[in-house]
């Protein structure tokens, strides 16, 4: 069908698309959010992390949220993390990023200790996170574990403005619910609810967040 030049000149035109729409998605500000949640309505959340900075979660009785246009979310379990931001990524053009224009990697525990990814490099794809280590990086054994990707949904307009304010390096306690979203035109998008499953795609966070914090280095909100 075609000479390899061809081939060559299709592919090239083709790549340079694919990069130009992921440069605009990103570089393009988020959508107006049409999400407005009344947070007293949901159930209890935790109030803190587990001891070893692990994202402490509960389960719940299954429960609907209406998300605004024409997503809804079922509730899967109650959810907080603490750690420090190591990648941000917003959207505007994707099938969700009507009610989840930011996407932020986190990284928790050991990892998110000052000096704690020196060894490590992360970049972002499209609702996805890679991450690797220096060959000679002494990490702790879990430590792949403690590096998240996490859609998030903002409850309201006050808690997309305080997302989207939050800056690599940052460190911040994020607290709502993992979810599962339905739609018109999109398969359930469903929320890790493992540790241990990877941060690409199966492996990220869905979360329905009601409230954000800036942390000092000892924790303490700012």
């Given at each position: 069908m075609f000479d390899e030049g061809t081939k060559i000149a299709v592919f090239a035109i083709v790549l340079a698309a694919w990069?130009?729409?992921?440069s605009a998605d990103r570089l393009a500000p988020p959508p107006d959010l049409g999400t407005a949640?009344?947070?007293?309505?949901?159930?209890?959340l935790p109030l803190t992390v587990a001891q070893d900075g692990a994202p402490a979660q509960a389960r719940l009785?299954?429960?609907?949220?209406?998300l605004g246009h024409?997503?809804?979310?079922?509730?899967?379990?109650?959810?907080?993390?603490?750690?420090r931001?190591?990648?941000r990524r917003t959207y505007r053009n994707d099938p969700t990023s009507a009610i989840s224009p930011l996407d932020l990697g986190i990284v928790w525990g050991d990892l998110a200790a000052s000096g704690g990814t020196e060894a490590l490099t992360f970049r972002t794809g499209h609702r996805l996170i890679w991450f690797s280590n220096a060959p000679d990086a002494k990490l702790p054994d879990d430590w792949m574990q403690q590096v998240t990707n996490?859609?998030?949904?903002?409850?309201d307009q006050s808690i997309?403005?305080?997302?989207?304010?939050?800056?690599?390096g940052t460190r911040v306690r994020v607290r709502g619910y993992l979810v599962t979203v339905t739609g018109d035109g999109i398969k359930p998008w469903r929320s890790s609810t493992r540790r241990d499953d990877g941060s690409i795609v199966g492996g990220c966070e869905i979360i329905l967040v009601t409230d954000v914090q800036v942390l000092s280095d000892d924790g303490a909100a700012t």
């Open positions: 990069v130009f729409g992921q949640i009344d947070a007293s309505e949901l159930p209890p009785p299954k429960m609907r949220v209406g024409g997503f809804e979310a079922q509730l899967m379990a109650s959810y907080v993390i603490e750690g931001v190591v990648t996490n859609h998030l949904i903002p409850a997309n403005d305080a997302l989207m304010a939050i800056g690599l």
